[in-house]
């Protein structure tokens, strides 16, 4: 899931060694490193040495709406305590984007305020409005395409994929395909969201892929909220919040969600006798990314930091491959041969290169969504 607009790294013998922490091509600037909170990259704090020095003095991490089986943050946590000895605290790990918001401007500099947050690039340009986040350059920030990240750094896209639609073969006859299907009588009761399109990025875009399956445009998310209206109406929508435990126990047979979350649900639950499959719906292709950002007040600013450089670095970013997620430096790594091969090929493929909506066309949308829903599908 990557665009044309993607450019080759520069100097990538210098970004590579600055992944691996070992600071050869590290040139701080002339008027000193800065203090880990105002550091707005590794150089300016004092190189990846300094600012690794600094975490782990720090110790700590705290994130929030991370669950393990989410574009692989189990392998991606475990990995970062590793190795840098640094502990993470995820708080309320199914919550949503706007939980993150919500919490970063609620716990203010206190002691439990966010390090860093993951939320749907919607909900970062919100974040970066309100002037809550703190701008900083991996050392890959130049080789991330200009429309998956923001001109001021602060925040950037790390990891995506496609809107699909998983499936409880066991419990339903003949699994949908398109979002046409899911207005089927067969599916009463049966389709579920990941959350509320008001707070989580992931329904917000369930939405969005649904306008474009019924006449909508990037323009028009509309259409999407009609159609869930009408699928509340004929009684085919199901309230509750899909997680991993709800497909498990049969509550949510019918999933709209990430394609690497229904890949993922389909790979752990395969042992214990669920036949979880997974369809990206061709009359509502939809595919858009996931922001990270550091919380300008973060109490653990070293921390938070080096938690951006190990996203954005190529074992970090191989990682995401493992979870089925789409890193965002993909065709970087294909180029300069960090891509894990094996990994990749794992990911379905989809026909045609992916369209993205403008920041005016989410804001646009966003917005229609927070006046509309509660209407197409009053509680």
Known sequence: MTTPRARA?????????????????????????????????????????????????????????????????GGLIDGFEKKYGIKVTVDDPHGHSEDEIDAVKRRGSRPTALDVIDVGDTFARSAAQQNLLAPYQVAEYDSIPDNQKDSKARWSNNYGGYISIGCDANRVKTCPETFADLLKPAYKGMVALEGDPARSATAFDSVYAAALANNGSFDNIQPGLDFFAE?????????????????????????????????????????????????????????????????????????????????????????????????????????????????????????????????????????????????????
């Open 9 to 73: 790294a520069v100097a990538l013998g210098c970004s590579a060694l600055v992944a691996l922490a070992l600071g050869a091509c590290e040139h701080p600037p002339s008027s000193g490193p800065q203090k880990p909170s105002l550091a707005t990259s590794a150089a300016n704090a004092g190189g990846m040495r300094a600012l690794i020095a600094a975490a782990k003095g720090e110790g700590r991490l705290r994130a929030m709406a991370l669950p393990r089986d989410w574009a692989n943050y």
């Open 231 to 379: 699928l509340n109406k004929i009684g085919n929508f199901n309230r509750l919040n899909s997680t991993m435990a709800t497909v498990e126990d049969g509550r949510t047979p019918i999933s709209i969600n990430w394609d690497y979350i229904n890949l993922h649900y389909a790979d752990q639950l395969r042992h214990k006798g669920l036949d979880w499959q997974v369809a990206i719906p061709f009359d509502g292709s939809f595919a858009q990314y996931f922001a990270l950002a550091i919380n300008k007040n973060a109490p653990h600013p070293a921390a938070a930091r080096l938690w951006q450089e190990y996203l954005f670095s190529p074992e970090g970013q191989n990682l995401r491959l493992l979870g089925y997620a789409r890193p965002v430096l993909m065709d970087v790594m294909k180029q300069n041969g960090t891509l894990d091969k094996a990994a990749a090929a794992r990911l379905p493929s989809v026909e045609g290169t992916p369209q993205f909506p403008t920041d005016e066309q989410l804001e646009k949308a966003r917005k229609t969504v927070n006046q509309g829903w509660a209407k197409a599908v009053p509680g």
